[in-house]
Each structure stands twice: as C-alpha cells, then as structure tokens.
C-alpha cells in the first residue's frame, strides 16, 4: 500500500497509530507484534508474491544469523553465504535480463533467462538483510530478540523505499522509555511532515511528472527538453524527498525517529557536496560496507579514487539493470574524482558559479537516469545543445498543468493571466519550484509549530493532496 | 493543561478536516457528473463530455436519460451524427460509442439502454469484422477513463470517485461554476459527443503510414477452423441474436463497418482474406433469419472502400462516410437479405481476390480532405 493513496491516509494510517498506542497499554510485546503483522498486511497489498520472497529473505536471513550465534568455526564462511544468498536473489529478481543481454553479446547468440516481477522494495529490504547479517557477524546484535528482527526486518514506513537505516539505530527507539506513550507533539509533529510531504509527491512531483516525458518526444525543442529536463530532476526530487518525508513523519507518529536521507541537495556547491545531501542513507550504507571496508580514503589518492568508482558503479547498477545506470554510476563516480582533484584549486570561484555548474550536471545525469538507452541520452543532450529549435509550444505548455491548474487556471482573474501568458505561468511553476529546492528551509529541519493557524493549514494541505491524487502515480525510486 | 492544548491541536486538524471532506463529498454527490448516485439534474447543471468519458459516463446515459433511438459500437460510429439520425428516422437519438469494444460490451450498453427504454424504436450498432470470433465480455484495457461501478463494500471508491482529480477539478466544480453564473444547462449534444472527424486527414499518406505490412503480397489462404466457427456461432448469439429476440418490437441495424481495401490487402498478405470472407457468410446466415435485424454491408462498394481519401487509417473511415452509411439504412440500401446475400459475398470476394493492391501506394492524396463525388451524387 502506497502513503499517497486515500485508504492509507484515511485508514491504514490512523489505525495503527491508534492500534499501537492502544496496544502499548498492555505492553510492548502486543503493540509490536501489531506492527509487524501490519507491517506484513500492508506490504501484501503489492502482491502476495513479493511477501513471500520477503518473508523468505527474512526467514533465511534470520536462520543463518542464529547459526552464525551457534557456530564456533566458520562464521565468516556462513556471512558471505548469507551475503551470497541475498545478491543472488537481487540478481535473479532484477539483473538476470541484464546479464543475458551482456554474456550473449560475448557469446555472440541470443540468452534468455526467465524473468520475474521485481518485488517493491526488494533492493532496500535486501540491503537492510545484508546490514543486519554484518551486525550479527560482529556480534553487535546480542541481545536482540525474534520480535526486535522481525521489527527491524518489516518496519513499513522504511520497507518500500528506505531511509536505509542499522538494527541498532532502529531498535532503539523501540526501547525507549516512553516509547509507547501517545506524545501529542510528535504526533503533531510527524503528522505536518507527513502531509509537508504528501504535498511534495501529490501536488508536486506528480505536476512535473508530464513535462518531464518529453524528455523522449520526438517533436521536443531545445527550450523543452531543458525544460524537461529540470522537470525530471524536481519530480525525481520531490518524489523521493517527500516519500521520506513521509515515510519519517508517520514513523514519528509512533515515537521512531528515522535517519535522514535529504538535505536540500539542490543546495550543492559540487558534486561530492551533492552526494553528501542526496539518499544519504544510502550513501552511508555503500561508504560502511563497500568504501571504508576496501581502505576508503586512507590507502593513497590512487586507491581512494578507484574506491570511490567502484561505489559509484555499484550504486549505479543498484538503481537499475541498464547500460545506462552503469554508465550514470561512473559519470557521477568520474564528477566525484574530479571534484576530488581540483578541490584547492576550486577555493576561489565564486559558490554561484559552483552551484550553477554542480545542478546542471547534475540535471544532465538525471536525463541518463531516465533514459532507456546510452544512445537515446546522447540523442537528447545533442537535441538540447544543437539550440535547433528555441520555442515553447502549447502542446508542452498544457503538459505541464494538472486538472486542478487548469481549473485555476480558468477561474476569472487567473484565466486573462494564462491567456496573458502560459509560458509565462509555467516558468513561474518551474521557478518557484526552483526557489523552493534553493531556500525553503529542509523539512527535517524544520520546526513544526503546534498552533491553531497550523492545525488548519495542515488540513487545508491534506485536503488539497486528497483531491489531486493519481490512483497511478506510483513513486520513481518503486522501480529500484 | 498544556497537553490538553496539545491533543487540541488534533482535534482542530481533524474538525477542518471532516468539515471539508464532507464539504467536498457532498457537492461531488449533488452535482455528480458521471451519474454514479442519482439522474442528472438536466435543468441544473451542464453536462459535458468527450471522448475519454465514454466508458465511465455511457452506462449511465443509458441508464437515466430517455431515447427512442441509439447509436452504438465501436469507433466506426463515433463520427455518426444523432441529428442526421433523428432527420431520417424521425424519433430522438442518442450516441454512446465504446471504442474498441468487443460485441459483448456493446451488447451490455444496449441491453441497459433496452430495460430503461423497452419501447426503443430502433438501434444503430456496428458489428466490426475484426470482432467476430471475440468472445470476452470486457474489452481489453484501451486507456479510456474508466471507473468501476460503486458499492458502498468498497468505501474507498466512493472516495476515489467524489476527491477524483479529473473529476473534482475537470468536471464537479467548473459545472458548479457554470450553473451558480447561470450558464447552459443540459447535456453535451450527441452529435459533437465523441465525434473525432475534423481532428484527422485522410488519404492515402495518413491510411499507408498506418498500415501493420510494408508490402501486399498473397500468400496461400487459410480458412476458418471450427474454434472458430463455435466461437463466432456463441457470440452472435448470446450478443447478438438474443436481444433482438428479447425486444421483438426494436429494429436493429446492424453493419459492417467498411474498412479500406488497405485493411483487405493486409488480410489476404496475413494469409486471412479467405477466413475472413468464410466468418463474415457465418454471421450473416446467423443473423438473416431475425426479422427484427437490418443486416448492412457496402464492401462491395469499390468506389467507397478502394479509395483511400475517405480514410484516416486502414478501417477508420471520415465522418462523410458515416453520414452517407445512414441515409443508406434509412433507405435501405445496402441491406443484405437472404435473397442476395450469396451475390454480395461473391462480388467482395472477387473484389478483394482479384484487386491491385500495390496501385494503393500510388494514389494521388490531394491536399485537404476531399469528399468525393460518389458520396455527393
């Protein structure tokens, strides 16, 4: 089940916080067996499928964590088996189809390996798995019982798409004293950020969803596919920060603080700061247990470079089996080394010119990101700096306005300003979009305010999102 | 004291809340612009629709808004106009066309429309030749707006109905608008309803750029299996055959949409013409018997389907076309009969066995949209 869609808002989120805090009365164990039971229900509405392979995974996962506690030999053998276990199932859900395409170039004939639907959240879930099975292997999880795994493993509002978080991080707030006291503030707190970021998916990223396809029409401009492509990278960005922000705020309600995964990334002065601000959590896990385990930083400049490719290759691949993730994972990988190299020589350009620099490379990799092939991304940055063609057509105008715009857009007084100039309405949208990514102060930074003027806007925002719901829009990072 | 604040904070938020969501609620059941609760309320408001409506909005036209006359099928009769109709059949018309429709869809909307008008005088309805052995009730999804029926086990439907973005913003509220100015009321006329034909051109660059083979060619033919024949036998009569039995005292006219000669070349290069030609005998002998049926073909006529300016792709023919197709049933032209149905099927056979198919390439495409003079004599 998705957090946009109106039967969580309306029901799967009140009942369990109602039914967590209600349970908690009698104790912990009840109030979390309810969440992980719920956490199961509402995974399940994707497919019983992919509950069977997360119960699998976790099962496995869980059996070989405990033989790993009994065994007195061989506990490294049985970690790479558990490691094994997990990329193996990542690979045969998500990357077999890839694999084919490459190993029957080789081979110079055609390989077809069976395909199977890619279950939602396979790639954080297994990740988490592999997070908890090196937590075990250096013994950091003594003392946890079945019911703190099975917690830690189906936590929902971090299950579908992160944060990416430790055991031990989680597991705490679990314990906290108060935990299960109802807290009016955090739940004040955590409900305004959830709709903070219900806004961002609904109003938002699902607004700049259309124009962002243009980035593979034919008939698009240079000005458009520009266009386009700061459309792709706002939707991708309010995407995935508002999921957090979401995903975070409904865990606050239950008193579970998540890690963070954004900080206004479209802040970055380079791209080494961006990967610094963007899916931080994810950045984290790649620098516990890829970067630093393979020498990080600390074994020469040569070693500390071919480290960070490797991360950023991973992290490419992570993302999607394509040509075209692998190649977007070495360009950041390459931004990265050369951000590295010419830092001191850097020291005094001007941060505008930094900024300027680091969100168009960014934006440009973002078109990759999308993109089905290496060829159709090379077609597009050719199409967009052959500067061919300058105009904005309406076609790309009426793209970039959702019903509810348009109805806004046809209210008396708005309506003489869009037959003014829709081009010029749309370069507000985008604008203002901008002005939000570059000054709007971060929502985990936020302080929530817990007020009568608050109380209504919050609901007004809820109402609002309610209203301009896709029952299709789905969340860009549910494909990964 | 300061805690009791705090919970009031969530009080307020849920009070603005419910008062809003019920706001909403409401003016989405008053005004209720797909007729999912109640009749329309013709005298309040403006109802207007177009094609992505279809599906959602047509089960419930023929549910609450009277007819004596319907227009029904596929997209071979989204361009038919309800007042030519009305000017050579002398009784109300409505069209409500299902795009894509299997005839078990169409055969749904008719028999809905029968129950709320069992004295219909007469029903237009295409029966596409590409359909004839398609025996699924549902029409496979084609990207239309479509909403499921409502029922109040599933409340999150009501919801997803009455908060629907397209709707709520597309629909409910400029109609609320509209009616609180005092603008137009009624429904939106069934002529310009659906009615795609000044959006295309036609000729033969438009009806050869959409064709599935690069070449005609004529490979060895198959014929038509018995699946097949037990197929089509259980369509025509459960979708067919067995309304007109159950409304003795309706008329139905029925025709073949008169697909291009493009589409004929396609068939027989698939190797299918003669399969095609052997379904198309089956339903007729199915459907000649019934005497409240009016069977229409005109793919015989050469001048018509031969020359690619009245299409806009290989079957979707241009709106003269559809006109030209009803003063024919109005005068019951083109009407097969089991005296000479045999003659018919032998001179599109001939026609579609022997014609030069590559010629097709070489039609001129005049500039513009060009009625010929075979539909203006």
């Known amino acids: 089940m998705q957090f946009n869609s109106a039967s969580f808002l309306l029901l799967a989120m009140p009942a369990a916080v109602i039914g967590y805090f209600l349970l908690g009365k009698l104790g912990r164990k009840p109030a979390q067996i309810f969440l992980v039971l719920g956490s199961l229900v509402l995974y399940a509405q994707g497919g019983w499928k992919g509950l069977c392979l997360l119960c699998c995974s976790i099962a496995g996962n869980g059996l070989l964590c405990l033989w790993m506690k009994k065994a007195a030999k061989g506990r490294r053998a049985i970690l790479w088996l558990g490691i094994l276990m997990h990329v193996g199932v990542l690979v045969a859900y998500k990357y077999l189809d890839f694999a084919g395409e490459i190993f029957g170039n080789l081979l110079g004939r055609t390989l077809q390996f069976p395909q199977f639907a890619l279950p939602l959240g396979i790639s954080f879930f297994t990740f988490q798995q592999i997070s908890y099975l090196v937590d075990a292997y250096q013994g950091k999880t003594e003392g946890n019982t079945a019911l703190d795994y099975l917690l830690y493993s189906t936590y929902f509002?971090?299950?579908?798409?992160?944060?990416?978080?430790?055991?031990?991080?989680?597991?705490?707030?679990?314990?906290?004293?108060?935990?299960?006291?109802?807290?009016?503030?955090?739940?004040?707190?955590?409900?305004?950020?959830?709709?903070?970021?219900?806004?961002?998916?609904?109003?938002?990223?699902?607004?700049?969803?259309?124009?962002?396809?243009?980035?593979?029409?034919?008939?698009?401009?240079?000005?458009?596919?520009?266009?386009?492509?700061?459309?792709?990278?706002?939707?991708?960005?309010?995407?995935?920060?508002?999921y957090t922000d979401m995903a975070c705020g409904f865990s606050e309600m239950l008193n579970i603080r998540l890690p963070e995964n954004f900080r206004s990334p479209y802040q970055a002065l380079s791209m080494r700061d961006f990967w610094k601000r963007w899916h931080m959590t994810l950045t984290g896990f790649f620098t516990e247990y890829i970067y630093i385990p393979l020498g990080?930083?600390?074994?020469?400049?040569?070693?500390?470079?071919?480290?960070?490719?490797?991360?950023?290759?991973?992290?490419?691949?992570?993302?999607?089996?394509?040509?075209?993730?692998?190649?977007?994972?070495?360009?950041?990988?390459?931004?990265?080394i050369f951000d590295r190299l010419t830092e001191k020589y850097r020291k005094h350009?001007?941060?505008?010119?930094?900024?300027?620099?680091?969100?168009?490379?960014?934006?440009?990799?973002?078109?990759?990101?999308?993109?089905?092939?290496?060829?159709?991304?090379?077609?597009?940055?050719?199409?967009?700096?052959?500067?061919?063609?300058?105009?904005?057509?309406?076609?790309?105008?009426?793209?970039?306005?959702?019903?509810?715009?348009?109805?806004?857009?046809?209210?008396?007084?708005?309506?003489?300003?869009?037959?003014?100039?829709?081009?010029?309405?749309?370069?507000?949208?985008?604008?203002?979009?901008?002005?939000?990514?570059?000054?709007?102060?971060?929502?985990?930074?936020?302080?929530?305010?817990?007020?009568w003027r608050t109380a209504v806007w919050t609901a007004i925002l809820l109402i609002l999102c309610l209203t301009c719901m896709n029952g299709n829009a789905v969340f860009v990072y549910n494909g990964f | 004291m300061k805690k009791e604040k705090k919970w009031g904070w969530l009080r307020l938020l849920l009070g603005v809340f419910l008062v809003l969501f019920a706001l909403i609620a409401a003016?989405?059941?008053?005004?209720?612009?797909?007729?999912?609760?109640?009749?329309?309320?013709?005298?309040?408001?403006?109802?207007?629709?177009?094609?992505?409506?279809?599906?959602?909005?047509?089960?419930?036209?023929?549910?609450?808004?009277?007819?004596?006359?319907?227009?029904?099928?596929?997209?071979m009769?989204?361009?038919?106009?309800?007042?030519?109709?009305?000017?050579?059949?002398?009784?109300?018309?409505?069209?409500?066309?299902?795009?894509?429709?299997?005839?078990?869809?169409?055969?749904?909307?008719?028999?809905?429309?029968?129950?709320?008008?069992?004295?219909?005088?007469?029903?237009?309805?295409?029966?596409?030749?590409?359909?004839?052995?398609?025996?699924?009730?549902?029409?496979?999804?084609?990207?239309?707006?479509?909403?499921?029926?409502?029922?109040?086990?599933?409340?999150?439907?009501?919801?997803?109905?009455?908060?629907?973005?397209?709707?709520?913003?597309?629909?409910?509220?400029?109609?609320?608008?509209?009616?609180?100015?005092?603008?137009?009321?009624?429904?939106?006329?069934?002529?310009?309803?659906c009615y795609w034909g000044h959006m295309y051109d036609y000729g033969a660059n438009s009806v050869l750029a959409a064709m599935t083979v690069q070449e005609f060619s004529n490979p060895e033919q198959a014929h038509m299996t018995r699946e097949e024949e037990a197929a089509i036998r259980d369509n025509v009569e459960r979708n067919v055959r067995a309304l007109a039995e159950q409304y003795p005292n309706t008329q139905f006219y029925c025709f073949f949409p008169p697909y291009s000669a493009a589409w004929w070349g396609t068939r027989q290069s698939n190797g299918v013409l003669t399969r095609q030609l052997e379904q198309e005998r089956l339903v007729i002998e199915l459907l000649l018997p019934c005497e409240n049926i009016h069977l229409f073909s005109w793919n015989a006529e050469k001048q018509l389907t031969c020359d690619l300016n009245n299409y806009m792709d290989t079957i979707h023919y241009a709106p003269w076309v559809n006109s030209w197709m009803l003063e024919q049933m109005a005068a019951g032209k083109g009407r097969l009969?089991?005296?000479?149905?045999?003659?018919?099927?032998?001179?599109?056979?001939?026609?579609?066995?022997?014609?030069?198919?590559?010629?097709?390439f070489d039609q001129e495409d005049p500039l513009g949209n060009t009625i010929s003079d075979f539909f203006e004599n």
Not at chain 1, 174 to 181: C, V, Y
Not at chain 1, 417 to 431: E, N
Not at chain 2, 45 to 54: I, L, N, P, T
Not at chain 2, 337 to 360: C, H, K, Q, V, W
Request: glycine share 8%.
């Open chain 2, 337 to 360: 009969t089991p005296e000479n149905y045999g003659s018919y099927l032998e001179a599109e056979r001939i026609l579609y066995e022997t014609f030069d198919y590559g010629g097709l």
């Open chain 1, 349 to 451: 350009i001007h941060p505008a010119f930094s900024w300027m620099v680091t969100f168009c490379a960014v934006n440009v990799l973002w078109i990759l990101f999308q993109a089905d092939s290496v060829g159709q991304w090379l077609e597009c940055i050719r199409s967009i700096f052959s500067f061919e063609k300058m105009s904005v057509g309406g076609k790309f105008l009426a793209a970039s306005v959702t019903p509810a715009l348009n109805f806004l857009f046809a209210l008396p007084g708005f309506r003489s300003l869009w037959a003014f100039s829709g081009k010029l309405c749309v370069f507000c949208l985008f604008g203002g979009s901008l002005a939000l990514c570059l000054g709007a102060r971060n929502t985990a930074e936020r302080t929530y305010a817990v007020n």
């Open chain 1, 157 to 242: 509002p971090k299950l579908l798409m992160g944060p990416i978080v430790r055991q031990d991080a989680l597991l705490v707030w679990f314990r906290a004293e108060k935990g299960m006291e109802a807290d009016s503030d955090r739940i004040a707190a955590g409900l305004q950020r959830f709709v903070y970021g219900l806004f961002k998916k609904v109003i938002l990223a699902d607004l700049f969803s259309n124009p962002a396809t243009w980035l593979k029409a034919p008939e698009a401009t240079s000005v458009e596919l520009i266009l386009a492509a700061m459309a792709y990278g706002f939707q991708i960005y309010f995407d995935f920060s508002g």
């Open chain 2, 27 to 75: 003016v989405g059941w008053y005004v209720d612009p797909y007729m999912r609760y109640h009749a329309p309320r013709l005298d309040k408001f403006y109802y207007f629709y177009a094609s992505e409506d279809e599906r959602a909005v047509n089960p419930a036209i023929a549910r609450y808004i009277p007819t004596e006359g319907l227009i029904t099928g596929t997209s």
């Open chain 1, 296 to 336: 990080g930083s600390r074994k020469g400049s040569l070693r500390t470079y071919f480290n960070t490719m490797l991360v950023f290759l991973i992290s490419g691949l992570w993302h999607g089996a394509n040509w075209t993730f692998v190649l977007w994972g070495a360009l950041n990988g390459a931004l990265c």
């Open chain 2, 77 to 193: 009769t989204e361009n038919f106009k309800a007042s030519e109709a009305e000017q050579l059949f002398d009784v109300p018309f409505q069209k409500l066309p299902l795009p894509g429709a299997f005839f078990g869809e169409v055969s749904d909307l008719l028999e809905t429309t029968l129950q709320t008008n069992p004295d219909m005088k007469i029903a237009v309805r295409s029966l596409d030749m590409y359909n004839f052995d398609k025996t699924e009730d549902c029409t496979p999804e084609n990207g239309a707006f479509y909403l499921e029926p409502l029922s109040w086990k599933d409340p999150f439907a009501h919801v997803q109905y009455l908060f629907n973005q397209d709707l709520l913003y597309g629909k409910t509220l400029p109609m609320l608008l509209n009616a609180l100015g005092g603008g137009q009321t009624g429904i939106t006329d069934f002529d310009s309803y």
